[in-house]
């Protein structure tokens, strides 16, 4: 984990937390699957979850945060994007309460292989 201070290290204004926790989602997906890793937030306030890298450069994939279920990961927010590896791009932006929060990404029909993927999600701390 990394920890960034200041809020213009973090691209937020004035109200947001001072400090924030940048956590890096790093795996390996198959063809029509599917990866999800919980995510803490610790402090109320801006989640983003950036897609940022994946092996298939070409590859527009699933993306989404939710709530974790058991052993599911039920998204409540969702799109298709490609990997946009751009400084603070984030995909999803969301504010969230103090809880426990999950992110997916899947394969919409588009992988030719196996893939690895790096997401980057940003919470308050």
Same mark, same amino acid.
């Given at each position: 984990?990394? =920890? /960034? +201070?200041?809020?213009?290290?973090? &691209? %937020?204004?004035?109200? !947001?937390?001072?400090? @924030?926790?940048?956590? *890096? =989602? /790093? +795996?390996?997906?198959?063809?029509? &699957? %599917?990866?999800?890793? !919980?995510?803490?937030? @610790?402090?109320?306030? *801006?989640?983003?979850?950036?897609?940022?890298?994946?092996?298939?450069?070409?590859?527009?994939?699933?993306?989404?945060?939710?709530?974790?279920?058991?052993?599911?990961?039920?998204?409540?927010?969702?799109?298709?994007?490609?990997?946009?590896?751009?400084?603070?791009?984030?995909?999803?932006?969301?504010?969230?309460?103090?809880?426990?929060?999950?992110?997916?990404?899947?394969?919409?029909?588009?992988?030719?292989?196996?893939?690895?993927?790096?997401?980057?999600?940003?919470?308050?701390?």
């Amino acid at each position: 984990m990394l =920890f /960034v +201070s200041g809020a213009s290290a973090c &691209g %937020s204004s004035t109200t !947001s937390p001072d400090l @924030i926790r940048i956590t *890096n =989602f /790093v +795996s390996r997906l198959q063809q029509g &699957g %599917s990866a999800w890793r !919980s995510i803490p937030v @610790i402090t109320a306030g *801006n989640v983003k979850v950036q897609f940022s890298a994946i092996t298939q450069t070409d590859a527009v994939m699933g993306l989404g945060l939710g709530t974790v279920n058991g052993t599911n990961c039920v998204l409540d927010k969702s799109l298709q994007t490609a990997a946009n590896g751009t400084a603070d791009s984030p995909q999803i932006t969301s504010t969230l309460p103090v809880g426990t929060y999950c992110v997916k990404l899947y394969d919409i029909g588009n992988l030719k292989t196996i893939v690895d993927f790096t997401i980057v999600v940003t919470t308050p701390y």
